[in-house]
């Protein structure tokens, strides 16, 4: 995965574990730049379960659908059964003399079937497993990736993501990307995080938070996009921890780009699906958000 060749100033919000409020912060500073005039693109990489959408309280509309390799025996089929040997997900069970038996919730699309088949006996064909949709709120144009329930390939729905979006960046001029991507540290983040110039890692201050985040600020270093990597501690007086991040910020040359406290109109914002800034413009917990905001408003122009 390389980055988009359209390429604008990318900032990826990632987190090591579920729950820390990454995309609380995604959206919000989303809502920021478009605020201030920037014309904002936003990936929802979180295929598995998007729900940038319900925070921003956006109407979305279905415009493609993900297809995986399937495949299909013709009358070739000689039941060989090497087809089996070679399936790793044990997606075909072979039935001497007849066509293999699929399975095609367990096939994995990587057409190694196709590949080792002398009869050329497998043709390809297709199979749903996720779809993008698109919509808008706040002049912020949503991009988002749906897997299928059941499906297990959710790093080719996020390369579809980023693929429609290198579609419409030839149509339309934006002036800031945002990815929001799925929480841990596995192959679909490697593809939603990889070329991005800026990398926000959201955390909190609990022993789970601080062993994720290293997972993740690991996974940062061997990326070849090379991002600046940055940590942001949400609910950042849940507890008292703060020396574990000092020695994080050395380890793995990542920089605390800032600290969000607990907040009462966070919590309620996040509730009605709209940003904390929208709803309560006059809360303390906005100074946090901006001060953020004009860090990376910095580092990008």
Not at 174 to 195: K, M, S, V
Request: with cysteine; proline share 6%; aromatic share 6%.
């Amino acid at each position: 995965m390389k980055r988009l060749k359209n390429h604008l100033p990318t900032i990826a919000i990632t987190g090591g574990k579920g729950g820390t409020g990454k995309t609380t912060v995604a959206i919000n500073l989303a809502y920021l730049f478009s605020k201030q005039g920037h014309k904002v693109m936003f990936l929802d990489c979180d295929v598995d379960a998007p729900n940038a959408a319900i925070l921003l309280s956006a109407d979305l509309k279905e415009v493609k659908k993900v297809e995986s390799f399937l495949p299909r025996f013709n009358e070739n089929c000689n039941g060989c059964g090497d087809c089996q040997s070679v399936c790793q997900p044990h997606a075909l069970l072979n039935i001497p003399e007849k066509q293999p038996l699929l399975f095609p919730e367990m096939c994995t699309g990587c057409e190694a079937c196709r590949i080792v088949c002398k009869q050329n006996a497998v043709e390809p064909d297709l199979k749903v497993i996720g779809k993008i949709l698109v919509g808008t709120e706040y002049g912020i144009d949503l991009i988002v990736g749906q897997l299928e329930i059941g499906e297990p390939k959710s790093a080719e729905v996020v390369r579809a993501v980023k693929d429609y979006a290198e579609e419409q960046l030839k149509n339309k001029q934006y002036d800031i990307l945002l990815i929001d991507t799925a929480p841990g540290a596995h192959c679909d983040i490697i593809h939603a995080l990889d070329g991005a110039d800026i990398v926000i890692s959201v955390t909190e201050p609990t022993p789970f938070g601080i062993h994720d985040l290293k997972r993740i600020l690991e996974l940062i270093t061997f990326l070849s996009s090379k991002p600046t990597s940055n940590i942001l501690i949400n609910r950042s007086n849940l507890t008292k921890q703060k020396q574990p991040f000092d020695e994080i910020e050395k380890e793995y040359n990542a920089h605390i780009l800032g600290e969000i406290p607990m907040s009462r109109e966070v919590q309620l914002s996040y509730a009605e699906g709209v940003p904390v800034m929208e709803k309560f413009p006059e809360a303390k917990i906005n100074q946090q958000f901006n001060g953020i905001y004009k860090k990376l408003v910095k580092v990008i122009t």
